[in-house]
């Protein structure tokens, strides 16, 4: 009888399979853990600063290499810059960066006037005396670029200069929608600043804008911006039919 219990304990173990490891799936072999939002940043950047020119491929093989992300990742992060209408995707081709019409810019110039005016008047209204400080210390950076000829520095300065008067803003919508709308256009804003005259009249907007946020004077900050953004305007219009579509 004893026997035959431990012959029965046997069988009950044997017959009991093993717990298979879990295969990894190809995507995530070898991949880091790279976020969708750091891709898109990294794709915008490069679009921002002339690395990709718009017409050319993004090859998804080629970001993976670069960053080690997955493959789903950087599809998602694809297809999340084409919502934004900075890549376009086709089919059996793939993702490339946008080409933008002559048309197309103007309407992103227009959205930009309403929606950086209001960061401009926020920014003054605001009780933010050590981001105001930092504006004030910009400024004194660009002005003393304005006459060295210096323009890739001075086009860099004029980003941050944007970017820190939407921060100080507060307006968290303003940003978003105000980024979506600088990514595709900048490598065309940054053309403009080859141009001694422009950068001249440039600063000259910006040191308005920034007394006026300094003071606090909200109604003069958003009008001079309106301003300032519609005169960039002016000068993107000059550009030949090349830079467009």
């Keep these: ?11 009950v173990k044997a017959a009991v399979p093993k717990a298979k490891t879990p295969k990894k799936s190809p995507d995530a072999i070898g991949a880091k853990s790279v976020g969708v939002g750091e891709i898109v940043a990294w794709v915008r950047d490069r679009i921002r600063w ?20 997955s493959r789903s990742r950087v599809r998602e992060a694809l297809q999340r810059l084409a919502t934004e209408g900075v890549v376009t995707i086709e089919e059996f081709r793939g993702a490339s960066v946008k080409h933008l019409t002559r048309n197309e810019v103007q309407q992103m110039y227009r959205a930009r006037m309403a929606l950086e005016g209001l960061a401009a008047g926020e920014f003054a209204d605001a009780n933010a005396p050590a981001l ?16 060295l000829g210096n323009h890739e520095q001075f086009a860099r ?22 980024e979506r709308l600088r990514v595709p256009v900048y490598r065309l804003l940054f053309s403009t600043f080859y141009n001694a005259r422009r950068i001249d009249k ?13 003071a606090g004077r909200a109604k003069d900050a958003e009008r001079l911006m309106r301003d300032h953004i ?14 467009f579509n």
């Design 50 to 69: 002339g690395r990709f020119a718009p017409g050319q491929r993004l090859v998804e093989a080629d970001i993976i290499r670069e960053l080690g992300a």
């Design 230 to 243: 519609a005169e960039g305007l002016e000068a993107l219009n000059t550009l030949g039919a090349e830079f």
């Design 157 to 178: 300065l004029n980003d941050d200069w944007h970017r820190l008067i939407i921060e100080g803003s507060g307006n968290q919508y303003v940003k978003g929608f105000v």
């Design 132 to 147: 105001k400080k930092r504006l004030a210390s910009l400024q004194q950076e660009l002005n003393a670029l304005e006459h």
């Design 1 to 11: 009888m004893t026997r035959l219990r431990a012959k029965t304990k046997v069988a």
């Design 202 to 214: 440039a600063n000259a907007g910006h040191r308005k804008i920034s007394a006026a946020i300094v």
